[in-house]
């Protein structure tokens, strides 16, 4: 059998300034996720969200082009989420229904989603590079627990950046499999593959959950008493009650060693220290 990790992010990983102007575009926080994908449910699952494009974005995906090709043009989950909060009623009833036929895809096809969520503090530097890595290792450690509960094997494929962001995140894995005491991670063979998310379903997924889905949710609940711009929108809370409870189901969670819960989606709040069940209200 085999299973898959598609990762990819929402958010970039610049600071927020002290001053947020309401007008301003700086992202209040940073998502890196994982969708868990079992390998013979791939073919069910791509077929089923080409079929998604063409019904909801049809100059997309026009009929002229090539049925396979259709997976080229990407929904992009940034686009989803402006139509869901600050389109016109029609725009944001499309982008609300053609999320809810995601989560249906997710539940038919049994995904599991993990996810790291970072909340930027005002003011302060934002250690992007320290951040990324040490969220791919948490996502490599869920995604290898969920691995060894079944009884199997996969391998991560990411939405590639530069070369040196891939080989430096790369090499963060490289010295926890292979460091020489207790050795991580037994149940993926080899590091993370980067590739295009054109090409890859299970990527294009995972952009989704991110933009459309976590994101918003994530810089509502945590940001709304201390950021005033486009990323913090009153809209934000029908997503979450429209579907945080859905999320919460896909969630791959599980009590570590310490027989504290671990996975799903883990919220580093370091002002508020706010829950993670927050995301689900």
């Known amino acids: 059998m085999g299973k898959i990790c598609y990762v990819d992010e929402a958010g970039d990983l610049g600071s927020l300034p002290l001053d947020i102007k309401r007008k301003g575009n700086n992202q209040p926080v940073f998502v890196i996720g994982g969708l868990f994908i079992d390998t013979d449910r791939l073919y069910g699952i791509t077929q ?3 079929h998604l494009k063409q019904r909801f974005f049809p100059s997309l995906c026009p009929k002229s082009m090539k049925y396979l090709d259709r997976v080229l043009p990407e929904i992009k989950g940034a686009d989803v989420r402006k139509n869901a909060l600050r389109g016109v009623h029609q725009q944001r009833r499309h982008a609300i229904g053609f999320m809810d036929k995601i989560m249906d895809l997710f539940e038919r096809y049994e995904v599991q989603i993990v996810a790291r969520i970072w909340v930027k503090v ?4 934002f250690n992007g590079n ?3 890595s040490s969220s ?6 869920y995604f290898n627990h969920y691995l060894e509960e079944n009884q199997d094997v996969g391998f991560c494929i990411m939405d590639s950046r530069d070369q040196i962001k891939n080989i430096m995140v790369s090499h963060s894995i ?3 499999k292979f460091r020489i005491l207790d050795p991580a991670y037994k149940n993926i063979p080899e590091l993370p593959c980067f590739s295009h998310s054109n090409n890859h379903v ?3 997924l995972c952009d989704i959950l991110c933009s459309a889905f976590l994101f918003p949710i994530a810089s509502y609940t945590y940001c709304n008493d201390v950021v005033h711009n486009v990323h913090v929108s009153a809209n934000a809370p029908y997503i979450r009650e429209r579907f945080g409870q859905r999320l919460k189901k896909l969630q791959h969670r599980y009590t570590n060693l310490d027989d504290c819960y671990t996975g799903g989606l883990v919220v580093s709040d370091p002002v508020g220290k706010r829950s993670s069940s927050l995301m689900f209200a």
Do not use: N, R
């Open 174 to 176: 490289f010295t926890q």
């Open 136 to 141: 791919i290792q948490s996502i490599y450690e």
């Open 130 to 132: 320290g951040v990324y």
């Open 202 to 204: 299970g990527l294009q």
């Open 48 to 50: 089923d969200f080409i």
């Open 122 to 125: 005002p003011g302060k530097a």
